[in-house]
């Protein structure tokens, strides 16, 4: 073999073998990591997972309670509230926008602020969706409002990094409450051209409401909690200012949310029990899945579930195996290729379709339209559930940020409300989600279920072959979706 053919074979085969690190060693030696840590942790923390009165709040005295199902309505609802604050406000989103959404709330904080209101806003810092820059916070701040971030650990931390606060509430004068999957941007209030979330929250008055109050308490003085005037290295991306004049069609707006008739009905819980996760990251600060986990195990007859991701590990599968074993019907929401852009869970979801045959278990993937039967015209051609609720046995409902998910389960701060016995939210919430499952495809389970070519009609070449291409390292990196 010639000196130059030598060359470009050894060439070749350096190439060959740093694709294979790249593609194949890298991925494992993370999963690796992530299994050596998550064991290390578990036994260090054995018996000694840290707790605080607010991760875990009950209360049987009677809350009015609403579901807001649409999203519109859950952005007037949210402006009210606002408005009506007479002491403290305070909020706590992995996403905040700039924006039309967040614009109106912002300046709406930014004028009870300057009447004298306490207004606190905690942020998480995740890169790939961070917006509030630290020159917007210099702004709100000069109008009163007070701003943290949460987590800013750099990439260089791997494991840190990858902890999150993915819980969204808003908290008015420590008695109203809104907590569920949505954060502030249109794509969550229904105004967004181009993509829009069916989401769900849950509006609470009443005594638990305090204890929602304290774990943000909880979470504002903790450790990693970060002033944006201490933040170095963050994007600076030159945007529209968050309390600049409104513009005619802001003002349009924020009259159209002044006239909104409520679209939800409220009703009485007299079973109301928060829960939330510890912060800081660990496996045994996770307490959000510990209780979802046991009400799957209580549940006698039927769960109905929505996540806009089902990623499922072996631990997850077992619940649905022993929720199976039982005879209890399950019925699942979750999107499809075409409804969501999140491709990499939905190559997870395929490659796990095997696993889901189980006795009276039901997987729908939503078709991607707007839902029949708006009040207001559709704004964008494309819409996902993102949703993350359960109605367990027709009485008892969930609503909060849990995703079905091993980041949510291992690696997110997650919260969610329990209603206990309140079998017309129950029915509500059914109802809603009757509606959903009928613009649905079934993947598995159900009538004429249609597998893979369920989940992956309709949506685009180009997004078919980003799932096709990572559908061989979704298992190995599954700890991360």
């Given at each position: 073999?010639?000196?130059?053919r ?15 690190g790249i ?13 050596g ?10 018996g ?11 209360s ?10 649409v999203?519109?309505d ?17 909020l706590e ?12 709330v ?29 020159h917007?916070?210099q ?9 943290r971030?949460?987590n ?5 931390r ?8 993915h819980?969204?509430l ?11 999957g ?8 229904d105004?967004?051209?181009r ?32 002033n ?7 994007p ?6 968050l ?8 003002v349009?707006?924020?009259a ?22 510890y ?6 600060r ?9 009400l ?7 769960i109905m579930?929505?996540s ?39 190559a ?6 095997d ?5 009276k278990?039901?997987?729908w ?11 207001r ?16 046995d ?15 389960a291992?690696?997110n701060s ?6 206990r ?7 509500t919430?059914?109802?809603n ?7 649905s ?8 279920a ?13 997004t ?8 061989p390292?979704a ?7």
């Amino acid at each position: 073999m010639s000196g130059s053919r030598w060359t470009l074979w050894r060439a070749a085969k350096v190439l060959v073998w740093s694709l294979v690190g790249i593609f194949v060693g890298l991925p494992v030696l993370l999963y690796l990591g992530f299994l050596g840590i998550q064991e290390a942790s578990e036994r260090q923390w054995l018996g000694k997972a840290p707790t605080h009165p607010a991760i875990d709040v009950r209360s049987r005295e009677p809350h009015t309670v609403a579901l807001l199902d649409v999203g519109f309505d859950s952005l007037a609802t949210r402006m009210r509230l606002i408005e009506e604050a007479k002491e403290s406000i305070e909020l706590e989103f992995f996403i905040y926008e700039v924006d039309t959404a967040s614009r109106l709330v912002t300046q709406a904080l930014a004028r009870k602020a300057r009447e004298g209101i306490k207004v606190r806003l905690l942020v998480d810092f995740a890169l790939p969706v961070f917006k509030l820059a630290p020159h917007y916070a210099q702004a709100l701040e000069a109008a009163g409002v007070e701003v943290r971030y949460y987590n800013t650990a750099g990439l260089a931390r791997f494991f840190a990094s990858n902890h999150r606060t993915h819980r969204k509430l808003l908290v008015v004068d420590r008695q109203k409450a809104i907590i569920g999957g949505r954060n502030i941007a249109d794509d969550y209030f229904d105004l967004s051209e181009r993509y829009n979330f069916l989401d769900s929250d849950m509006y609470i008055d009443g005594p638990v409401v305090s204890g929602i109050t304290d774990s943000f308490e909880l979470y504002w003085a903790s450790d990693w909690v970060t002033n944006p005037i201490d933040v170095t290295a963050s994007p600076s991306v030159p945007g529209p200012e968050l309390l600049g004049l409104p513009s005619p069609a802001e003002v349009a707006l924020a009259a159209e949310l002044q006239r909104h008739q409520p679209q939800h009905a409220l009703s009485t819980c007299n079973d109301m029990h928060f829960v939330t996760d510890y912060p800081g990251s660990g496996v045994e600060r996770r307490k959000v899945f510990l209780e979802l986990t046991r009400l799957a195990k209580e549940a006698r007859q039927q769960i109905m579930v929505e996540s806009p991701y089902l990623v499922l590990r072996d631990d997850g599968l077992a619940v649905l195996q022993q929720v199976a074993q039982r005879g209890v019907r399950l019925q699942i929401l979750t999107n499809s290729l075409y409804s969501t852009d999140a491709f990499y869970t939905v190559a997870s979801l395929a490659n796990s379709l095997d696993r889901l045959s189980l006795p009276k278990l039901e997987v729908w993937a939503y078709g991607g339209q707007a839902l029949a039967g708006s009040e207001r015209p559709s704004a964008s051609p494309r819409w996902g559930v993102h949703a993350k609720r359960a109605v367990f046995d027709d009485h008892t409902v969930v609503v909060g940020t849990y995703n079905i998910d091993p980041r949510s389960a291992n690696l997110n701060s997650e919260l969610m409300v329990v209603c206990r016995n309140n079998r017309f939210l129950a029915e509500t919430l059914q109802h809603n989600m009757r509606l959903r499952i009928a613009q649905s495809r079934a993947v598995v389970g159900g009538a004429n279920a249609g597998g893979l070519n369920a989940l992956v009609k309709d949506a685009d070449e180009d997004t078919l072959f980003k799932m096709r291409a990572i559908a061989p390292i979704a298992s190995l990196l599954d700890f991360l979706m």
